[in-house]
């Protein structure tokens, strides 16, 4: 484990805020990670939304795997 986000807030909503702009802000540059896949799912309509169960990845999987980057990061591209 590289870092462990906790968000506290006092809503749901006002959490998954906080939790898109400190991944989008984390300065992890060299190696792969799943801040990308993290971003997709705070902005999935049905997380959101807190329409989730135990099948949530099975059903949106598909979904989640074409929001990642495929191409590193603009800061480590630029060095």
Same mark, same amino acid.
């Given at each position: ?8 807030? &006092?809503?749901?909503? !006002?959490?998954?805020? %906080?939790?898109? !702009?400190?991944?989008? $802000?984390?300065?992890? /540059?060299?190696?792969? +990670? ?14 959101? $939304?807190?329409?989730?169960? +135990?099948?949530? /990845? &099975?059903? &949106? ?6 929001? /990642?980057? $495929? &191409?590193?990061?603009?800061?480590? %591209?630029?060095?």
């Amino acid at each position: 484990m590289i870092a462990k986000l906790i968000v506290p807030a &006092e809503t749901r909503d !006002a959490a998954r805020q %906080r939790a898109l !702009a400190a991944l989008r $802000s984390y300065p992890i /540059l060299g190696i792969r +990670t799943n801040v990308p896949f993290l971003i997709a799912l705070l902005e999935h309509p049905r997380f959101i $939304s807190g329409d989730l169960d +135990t099948h949530f /990845l &099975e059903h &949106e999987g598909a979904t989640l795997r074409a929001a /990642l980057q $495929s &191409e590193p990061p603009e800061q480590v %591209r630029a060095v």
